[in-house]
Nanobody, 126 residues
Framework: QVQLVESGGGLVQTGGSLSLSCAAS????????MAWFRQAPGKEREFVSA????????MYSASVKGRFTISRDSAKNTVYLQMNSLKPEDTAVYYC???????????????????WGQGTQVTVSS
């Protein structure tokens, strides 16, 4: 059974940085795509970023490109999201997700993902 456990959320001021981690277990993730989504109060869960587990190819939403960086450490079975220049609109619960589907534009859809973590809260104060 796949388990995804996020950590690293917290409270930060505008312009600050946070690094999120997603510890993955329960299977071999080679060939998988890992992603981060976020959900603000009263809003739909939205795509943030994705990475191919084996090759490192990445994808970002327009709202975070240039500020966030996704990476993975296959030896530690962990995916990271480095978030810089944070804005109040980045405030949300951030979720890690996994899918066996290849990294294409379809993967901005939450329905493409099979497994989800429990989420970690990120709050950016103005």
């Amino acid at each position: 059974q796949v388990q995804l456990v996020e950590s690293g959320g917290g409270l930060v001021q505008t312009g600050g940085s946070l690094s999120l981690s997603c510890a993955a277990s329960g299977r071999t993730f080679s060939g998988y795509t890992m992603a981060w989504f976020r959900q603000a109060p009263g809003k739909e869960r939205e795509f943030v970023s994705a990475i191919i587990w084996s090759g490192g190819t990445t994808m970002y939403s327009a709202s975070v490109k240039g500020r966030f960086t996704i990476s993975r450490d296959s030896a530690k079975n962990t995916v990271y999201l480095q978030m810089n220049s944070l804005k109040p609109e980045d405030t949300a619960v951030y979720y890690c997700a996994a899918t066996s589907a290849p990294l294409t534009s379809r993967l901005v859809r939450r329905t493409e993902y099979d497994d989800w973590g429990q989420g970690t809260q990120v709050t950016v104060s103005s």
